[in-house]
């Protein structure tokens, strides 16, 4: 039991949040209980609209949105989020972040959309 942190892309035009997943969906990256990650995007989520738990929810990342992330995480200032589930994010996940950055970079560039959901 714990978080489950997924990116994909796909060729669908997606509205911000509150949509299924797309037939087409191709993950691009996956974390498990990278808390402070989950946070960022949960807020994302809600000023993007969005109402629901963020469970299972989905939210739309565009350049910008990517652009604030990275600068986030070069600047180790992710929202610290503590969680009763066992686990917390680290710098090690740092590595990972930046290649999500970099694929979502890329997908973005070729037309594709970018979204990231979970699970807990």
């Known amino acids: 039991m714990g978080l489950d942190m997924y990116a994909y892309i796909t060729t669908d035009d997606l509205p ?41 929810e989905a939210v739309r990342l565009d350049a910008d949105d990517i652009d604030a992330l990275e600068q986030a995480i070069g600047a180790n200032a992710l929202p610290p989020v503590s969680s009763f589930y066992e686990g917390d994010s680290s710098l090690e996940n740092k590595a990972d972040d930046l290649a999500f950055i970099r694929k979502a970079r890329e997908a973005l560039t070729t037309g594709y959309s970018v979204f990231y959901t979970s699970w807990w």
Request: proline share 5%; with cysteine.
């Open 16 to 56: 911000p949040t509150g949509f299924d997943m797309p037939r087409d969906a191709l993950e691009i990256a996956y974390w498990r209980k990278h808390h402070d990650l989950h946070g960022w995007m949960a807020e994302l989520y809600f000023h993007k609209g969005g109402n629901a738990v963020f469970n299972c």
